[in-house]
């Protein structure tokens, strides 16, 4: 009779979080798994958005929390939401200021790409909170700011997590968009002054006024893998 495989602990990190951390209890010392590029559990975590599963790696099984891959890169990096990235940097102490091998921070590698906007100007403003008298023009968001801003989560619409229609979980509020687009649109958006007020715009949503709070149950997993595998296709 054939041996049963071990799960792989990748797919269960995206698909079923939570037998994961069963299975890492009974197998510890794959916590600290990488596969052939470097990528981590926590890379993988951060990515699919399973902040208890993150937690979990960091305090229970001591992942060091800024493990890098092959490229240098931190699951700081592998973020997509606001809520991800404060998990990491807030709670877990992730180092926000870590390069990768392109010299790069995890804030200018996502501005660059430009998937997610409010990530990037998250992580700028815990930037300009460290080095207050530091100039903002070398830390501007790219152009797609004005048209990538669909990205939050809407507390209603999140909450119906057997929808058929991924996107809705990710309806902007509308004030606070046409908020954003009139300021992008402002002949002063590049400048300090407009760059200004659009931090403090992020620092609003992060507040809670726009985001919705932070999601930590193991029964929305499904909802966060059918996300992540839309906004991948």
Not at 74 to 92: D, I, R
Not at 116 to 133: C, K, M, R
Not at 207 to 232: L, T
Request: charged fraction near 25%; proline fraction near 7%.
């Amino acid at each position: 009779m054939a041996q049963k495989q071990p799960p792989n602990p990748f797919l269960l990190a995206a698909d079923n979080p939570a037998q994961l951390v069963a299975f890492l209890h009974a197998n510890p010392t794959v916590a600290s798994a990488q596969d052939w590029t470097g990528y981590s559990l926590l890379h993988a975590a951060s990515s699919y958005n399973h902040p208890t599963l993150l937690r979990a790696l960091v305090k229970d099984f001591h992942v060091d929390v800024n493990i890098t891959d092959d490229d240098g890169e931190t699951p700081l990096f592998s973020c997509e939401t606001v809520e991800m990235a404060k998990c990491l940097v807030e709670e877990m102490g992730a180092n926000w200021s870590v390069k990768n091998k392109q010299g790069m921070s995890a804030r200018e590698k996502i501005e660059q790409e430009g998937d997610w906007p409010l990530v990037g100007l998250y992580l700028g403003g815990i930037e300009d909170s460290s080095a207050p008298t530091q100039t903002t023009t070398g830390s501007l968001p790219p152009p797609q700011l004005s048209v990538n801003v669909t990205t939050i989560d809407d507390p209603a619409s999140t909450a119906d997590t057997n929808s058929a229609n991924p996107t809705e979980a990710e309806v902007i509020d509308p004030a606070f968009k046409a908020r954003i687009e009139a300021l992008a649109a402002r002949p002063d958006f590049q400048g300090e002054e407009g760059q200004k007020e659009l931090r403090n715009l992020v620092a609003e949503a992060v507040r809670g006024h726009v985001i919705s709070p932070a999601r930590d149950k193991e029964g929305e997993a499904e909802a966060d893998r059918d996300f992540v595998r839309q906004r991948r296709e």
